[in-house]
T-cell receptor
Framework: SQQGEEDPQALSIQEGENATMNCSYK?????LQWYRQNSGRGLVHLIL?????REKHSGRLRVTLDTSKKSSSLLITASRAADTASYFC????????????FGSGTRLQVQP | DAGVIQSPRHEVTEMGQEVTLRCKPI?????LFWYRQTMMRGLELLIY????????DSGMPEDRFSAKMPNASFSTLKIQPSEPRDSAVYFC?????????????FGSGTRLTVV
């Protein structure tokens, strides 16, 4: 199975609400990254959190990392219709393959 | 920088034909990655290069797939002969890989349809 698995697979919220997406992974990591993909486009890097960090903020994004549980969450506060996209976590494994492994993604729909 | 540039954006070809996808990475990045995205399998790493050298091609489905990086500014992914199951969106990404992976910059992808 994939290194990163997102939960939920799909999420629909109203504009102004917060959106939380979760990611679980299996192996030790150097860092974990979140990406966004609009329909028909390439992925865009959002934020990177290192294995020795527990929380990181960037604008309306807040990422947490719990290496003991091998899980991460992405919180988007005060969501906007423009946040509608798919969101992927990606892990940089500490050993073995030296390329990011992407999860299956969460499709976020923000209703105006 | 114009970002990672992929061509063509769309390709429709008949089964058995040769397909060549092209990628120009960001100048200064030392690593280039080819991923394939499908609904069923998500994003799969096909191959990646570091300093123009193929490092891990374990994701290449079979001998029909080949990839080259003749210099730091150009890479190709070739499928010969193509099959309908190769239909997918193929992404190229580049990054600076030192002791860890930093953020990748993705191209817009090539949507391949094999009929």
């Amino acid at each position: 199975s994939q290194q990163g698995e997102e939960d939920p697979q799909a999420l629909s919220i109203q504009e102004g609400e917060n959106a939380t997406m979760n990611c679980s992974y299996k192996t030790s990591i150097n860092n974990l990254q979140w990406y966004r993909q609009n329909s028909g486009r390439g992925l865009v890097h959002l934020i990177l959190i290192r294995s020795n960090e527990r929380e990181k903020h960037s604008g309306r994004l807040r990422v947490t990392l719990d290496t003991s549980k091998k899980s991460s969450s992405l919180l988007i506060t005060a969501s906007r219709a423009a946040d509608t996209a798919s969101y992927f976590c990606a892990t940089d494994a500490a050993t073995g393959r030296r390329a990011l492994t992407f999860g299956s993604g969460t499709r976020l729909q923000v209703q105006p | 920088d114009a970002g990672v540039i992929q061509s063509p954006r769309h390709e429709v070809t008949e089964m058995g034909q040769e397909v060549t996808l092209r990628c120009k990475p960001i100048s200064g990045h030392n690593s280039l990655f080819w991923y394939r995205q499908t609904m069923m399998r998500g994003l799969e790493l096909l191959i990646y290069f570091n300093n123009n050298v193929p490092i891990d091609d374990s994701g290449m489905p079979e001998d029909r797939f080949s990839a080259k990086m003749p210099n730091a500014s150009f890479s190709t992914l070739k499928i010969q002969p193509s099959e309908p199951r190769d239909s997918a969106v193929y992404f190229c990404a580049s990054s600076l890989l030192v002791q860890e992976n930093y953020g990748y910059t993705f191209g817009s992808g090539t949507r391949l349809t094999v009929v």
